[in-house]
């Protein structure tokens, strides 16, 4: 698979927060990441029809891997959306840890996994209960704890 690069959207107001900051390092991460996850979040707020769909299809998937309760082959499909999702995550945070000089403690991949499964959890919570200060409080954790992760170059 080909390096992605961070949806429009995000890389647009990284570099939008970037060329505000007069510092760098692990507190300018911080500002870059909140940036992004800020742009993030009225996107998929907007598309709650498209944020159900895109479960149903991912329970589809996982239903017909796991029906018969014995091995079962891998769901193509569900696997392709999680290795999408990360993927772009993964360009994300290459961004904001290049343009803050800062670089990930950890495998980038993992850290990708991790803020996917975060948002993933957090998006299906806000469906189901609409709780948008709850949300911005989990996705501003995230941040922090995504931040955590990295170090002055």
């Known amino acids: 698979m080909t390096e992605l690069r961070p949806r429009p959207a995000l890389a647009e107001a990284v570099e939008r ?6 510092f760098s390092g692990t507190r300018a991460l911080r500002v870059l990441l909140h940036a992004g996850v ?15 769909r895109i479960y149903e299809a991912t329970i589809s998937a996982l239903r017909r891997r796991w029906d018969g309760q014995g091995e079962s082959a891998v769901e193509e499909s569900a ?9 772009e995550v993964t360009a994300f945070l290459r961004l904001c840890a290049e343009r803050s000089e800062t670089e990930w403690i950890e495998p980038v991949e993992a850290i990708s996994a991790y803020a996917v499964a975060v948002v993933q959890g957090t998006v299906l919570r806000w469906l189901a209960d609409g709780d948008d200060e709850t949300t911005l409080v989990v996705l501003d954790d995230l941040v922090s704890s995504l931040s955590s992760r990295a170090v002055d170059k």
Do not use: C, H, M, N
């Open 38 to 52: 800020s742009a993030l979040w009225p996107a998929i707020k907007a598309t709650p029809d498209r944020q159900v």
């Open 79 to 87: 696997v392709a959306l999680f290795r999408q999702q990360e993927a």
């Open 17 to 22: 927060a970037r060329a505000e900051l007069d």
